[in-house]
């Protein structure tokens, strides 16, 4: 069976004593948990201060985005071999903030997860379609060609250091979330096309988050999707109280 995995993604959040503060409290809160995965992804610049403040917790430091080379001339990046560096285990890659406000390309997205999992590090591949696209009846067609392009190159075997998180762009920050059924739906056509891309084996064991307006009060509806395995949350991230809610919620 498929794990629950649930992360936190604090996008450009917290300052340094804040970042600490929300890691440290997270551990506390969390300190008993074992059936379920967790990942908190700070800001670059606090990963080191964070990754100090869960040493020896079962909480996994992520971050929110990489490079795909490995070091060199490339002015304001940052490698996955600098991310394993200071503990990373996670990286989010494709996110709908970094396709749509940043400007990042399928191909680019594509080559960032090859570089993920080449370096022995775990990929988080967002995919999610805009409104105009859920309203003009081209969710499964935006959302399939996004996970094949992402995905592109990776080999089944790879597919074990991946998760698909699912993230429609009109839910994100919104505080509208997708409901139980628009998500199943989604998750399911992902889990059929991994399927047919990889076989039923790889699609049954690789997770599936959701995101977008996920908070303790729809946690428990979202995950009772039989193909929801976990959430990745933004703003009630920001909350020891919200996030571990969430967390105990599932486990
Ligand atoms: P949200 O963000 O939970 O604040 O909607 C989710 C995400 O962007 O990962």
């Known amino acids: 069976m498929r794990k629950p995995f649930i992360a936190g993604n604090w996008k450009m959040n917290t300052d340094a004593a804040g970042a600490a503060a929300l890691a440290s409290g997270l551990v506390k809160a969390l300190a008993e948990v ?6 908190v992804c700070p800001p670059f610049v606090y990963l080191q201060t964070v990754a ?4 020896g917790s079962a909480i996994q430091l992520g971050a929110q985005d990489v490079y795909f080379q490995n070091n ?8 996955c071999a600098m991310l394993k560096d200071v503990c990373c285990k996670y990286v989010i890659v494709g996110h709908s903030e970094r396709r749509h406000i940043i400007g990042e390309s399928d191909e680019l997205i594509n080559k960032k997860a090859a570089a993920v999992i080449a370096s022995g ?3 988080i591949l967002c995919v999610g379609e805009l409104l105009e696209e859920r309203e003009a009846g081209k969710t ?11 995905l592109a190159g990776v080999t089944a075997e790879q597919m074990k250091s991946v998760t698909i998180a699912y993230e429609p762009v009109w839910a994100i920050g919104t505080g509208r979330n997708a ?8 998750h399911a056509m992902i889990r059929g096309l991994l399927a047919e891309l990889y076989g039923n084996a790889v699609a049954g064991q690789t997770r599936i988050q959701y995101g977008g307006s996920a908070k ?9 999707n039989p193909d929801v395995d976990g959430l ?3 703003g009630a991230s920001l909350k020891v109280e919200d996030f571990a809610a969430m967390v105990k919620t599932v486990a």
């Open 179 to 186: 409901t139980p059924e628009q998500a199943q739906e989604v």
């Open 216 to 224: 303790p009060a729809n946690t428990a509806e979202l995950m009772a």
């Open 121 to 123: 590090l775990h990929v």
């Open 72 to 79: 060199g001339a490339f002015t304001g990046e940052i490698s």
């Open 232 to 234: 990745l949350v933004g």
């Open 140 to 150: 499964k067609t935006v959302v399939a060609e996004q996970v094949k392009k992402g």
């Open 52 to 55: 100090k403040a869960l040493d």
């Open 34 to 39: 074992t059936t379920v995965d967790v990942a």
